[in-house]
């Protein structure tokens, strides 16, 4: 264990009020194994990214795995993950939403993808819907959850959304032009964003359960993630939570009942306060905003000229 790893283990300790419970979130990956930037080569990102993990001492993480990414070379890095001791799921072939396809044909599309891990270890029957886009009407969301469920699957849902896609874009974009990056800004404004998503979630389980629950927070298996998701995990310790597996994570008693909405692109959390009435626009936090993050992150002074 790294000396800094090991001063935020032991604040986290002494911290948490005696007799408090730690709140529970696991670490999942969509996308994988998403293909070269200009930042890094996605084996690159690979590599980096099972560092990171490991020097978190994160034990256990899940990457939803968009099949028609896989090819000889990709297949490699995802075998890398389950070497490493973390798990793959099903995140569609295509990665098309289910909104547009209907029930029926996303259920094919999933199944081509359900046949291309097969062959993979540390494989869980967990599947999540691409842009968490469930289906248009609830009657279409209700029949692709029995269909999915027929091919033994469980919903992978996140119950903290966040636009971490977006971040890692602006600098894959500084870096495509050529521009200076500064790391340090950048990896604080990145563990900055997340967590304040990750407080605004619990906030919203807090008032529509009267609960935090065991949380799945969303990532993408991207270059942000590669460079700082081990302070991300640091800064998580620091404030009283534990990492936890997803497999953990889907036992909570939030994964028994299917919100009857059709409101789920914010994740189950939301999906759940839909349901109770609590209205769309207190169900997102202010970041995930495309025009909130550029005005943001330009004001971090994240890139150079």
Known sequence: MSKRILRYTLIAIFFIPFGAFAREIAITFDDAPTPDSALMTGRERTTKLIAALKKAQVRDALFYVKADYINPETAARLEQYTQAGFHLANHSFSHTSANELGADAYAVDAYKAHLQLKSFDNVVMYHRFPYLHYGKELASINKLQ???????????????????????????????????????????????????????????????????????????????????VADLVEHLRTKGWKIISSQRAYQDKIARDFPQTVFHKQGRIAAIAHAKGIPEAELRHVSENVDYLNNAFSAAKIIGD
Not at 146 to 169: P, S
Not at 192 to 215: C, M, Q, V, W
């Open 146 to 228: 029995q269909l999915l469920a027929e091919l033994g699957y469980q919903d992978g849902y996140v119950t903290i959304d966040n636009f971490d896609w977006y971040i890692n874009a602006l600098l894959v974009k500084a870096a495509e032009e050529g521009k200076s990056i500064d790391y340090e800004r950048a990896r604080d404004f990145y563990v900055n964003t997340l967590y304040d998503n990750i407080e605004f979630y619990d906030a919203l389980a807090e008032k529509s359960l009267g609960r935090s629950p065991r949380h799945v927070l969303l990532l993408h298996e991207n270059d942000t993630a590669a460079l700082f």
